[in-house]
């Protein structure tokens, strides 16, 4: 087993478990966390010995998306800690200006990453326990196959203020009736509904589900890799033929058009004054989800 500060990395048993470590934390997404990420699928997807990989989380969440605590999104340039492949000489930005390009570069080097999910040639599980939310669903939802626990939840709740889906597979995974009913509200889906829209293929115990995920991707095994591969990137394809990197560019760059709104200035303002798990109580308790949860089942 090998790690980054927040991210570890195992092969065994024919499989690579790439497993988001900060428990903490509830495993938020941070620059770090990201690269650590596409590290590992990058290394599993060199080694001879993997034939399939687990993405996982620590503790018993996936994740509860990125960690809008540490940095709130909201200036001309990416907050800090985190890296911006791109640079460019300009004037000094006045206080609240907004830079599209950059903000864009920005976070499609985040897209551009959970990317190498769907990219691999080699399948790919995501195990869902606890939360997903957010950010968090732009990763998992690139992956092949997702599992689910009873208890765990998913949705995109910046819907209703602060983000739109970057890597944009909710509208690839469902139907636009579905796809609709989730985004327009941000609400929070369970297991059984996950399941019976076809978000997820297969519903586990909290206490089974990675013993289950292993045993699924252990049988790919048994299947030539080519076989994988070229099956992977033959269904793979007839989505990118849809449309999908023109609904990622799209949705990456209204993602940071939302984070720039007056409203969106003001509820990060309102952070300061009233706390940062009160506001986003106060978000989301017209649907009673979420951060309107239980202290005990809240993910944030």
Not at 130 to 141: E, N, R, V, Y
């Amino acid at each position: 087993m090998s790690q980054n500060d927040s991210v570890l990395y195992e092969e065994r048993d024919d499989i690579a478990i790439i497993t988001l470590h900060r428990p903490e934390k509830k495993n938020t997404l941070t620059d770090s966390l990201i690269q650590g990420v596409a590290d590992g699928i990058d290394r599993a997807t060199k080694s001879p010995e993997v034939a399939a990989i687990v993405i996982r989380g620590a503790d018993g969440t996936l994740t509860a998306g990125y960690d809008l605590t540490a940095s709130h999104f909201s200036q001309s340039e990416p907050p800090s800690g985190w890296g911006n492949p791109y640079g460019a000489k300009g004037p000094e930005s006045r206080d609240g200006a907004w830079d599209p390009v950059r903000d864009y570069q920005f976070m499609n080097n985040n897209v551009r990453r959970f990317m190498k999910i769907w990219e691999c040639p080699k399948p790919v599980i995501g195990e869902i326990t606890g939360w997903a939310i957010g950010g968090a669903t732009d990763m998992i939802l690139c992956a092949d196959l997702l599992y689910m626990a009873s208890d765990a939840h998913i949705g995109y709740a910046p819907s209703r203020i602060y983000g739109t889906p970057t890597t944009m597979m909710w509208v690839y995974r469902l139907g636009l009736e579905h796809a609709k009913q989730y985004l327009l509200t941000g609400r929070a889906i369970d297991a059984e509904d996950a399941h019976r829209i076809g978000l997820v293929s297969k519903i586990c115990s909290p206490e089974d589900i990675s013993a289950e995920v292993e045993a699924e991707a252990r049988r790919f095994a048994n299947i030539p890799a080519n076989q994988l591969a070229l099956n992977k990137l033959l269904i793979n394809q007839a989505f990118e033929n849809m449309g999908l990197r023109t609904s990622q560019m799209l949705g990456t760059f209204f993602d940071g058009v939302t984070r720039h709104t007056e409203e969106a200035y003001r509820w990060v303002e309102s952070f300061e004054e009233k706390g940062f798990r009160d506001v986003v109580r106060e978000r989301d308790d017209p649907w009673g989800d979420y951060g309107s949860a239980s202290k005990d089942s809240s993910p944030e």
